[in-house]
């Protein structure tokens, strides 16, 4: 029997390796529902750093996280490099940039259809703002 999580445990993970990159200095946090214009992952959670040392530092303790939940990590691309890295978790692929490049790909703009879920970037309020939102169900 194959175990597939919930919604709210995809959405959960995605705040907790939120709060890691905040406690990075990772800013410009958007989590964004892809599920619900896509199949492919449930979230996209977008993060900016500062220079290629900081987006491999926020990289480092995201992959960290994923592994303290004793969950996969499917893939990282981009490391070496330190502008884009992509770290897929499967049920949430994280996007971190250097903000120029984020600029450049506008992966918001391009999912624009997919809901946001607002993110507070102090550490002492690293939690989504108003806490976890219900989430409506998709399909018909």
């Given at each position: 029997?194959?175990?597939?999580?919930?919604?709210?445990?995809?959405?959960?993970?995605?705040?907790?390796?939120?709060?890691?990159?905040?406690?990075?200095?990772?800013?410009?946090?958007?989590?964004?529902?892809?599920?619900?214009?896509?199949?492919?992952?449930?979230?996209?959670?977008?993060?900016?750093?500062?220079?290629?040392?900081?987006?491999?530092?926020i990289a480092d303790a995201v992959y960290e996280s994923i592994k303290k939940r004793r969950e996969a990590v499917l893939g990282v691309e981009g490391y070496e490099e330190g502008k884009w890295i992509l770290i897929d978790g499967g049920d949430v692929v994280i996007h971190i940039f250097q903000e120029a490049i984020r600029s450049y790909y506008d992966l918001e703009g391009l999912w624009i259809d997919a809901p946001k879920i607002p993110v507070a970037e102090d550490e002492e309020e690293s939690k989504v703002e108003g806490g976890i939102p219900d989430v409506e169900p998709t399909g018909a």
């Open positions: 029997m194959i175990f597939k999580k919930s919604l709210e445990d995809a959405k959960k993970k995605a705040i907790f390796l939120a709060e890691a990159a905040i406690g990075k200095k990772g800013f410009n946090l958007v989590i964004l529902e892809i599920g619900r214009v896509n199949p492919f992952t449930d979230f996209f959670l977008i993060v900016s750093g500062r220079s290629d040392r900081h987006v491999q530092a």
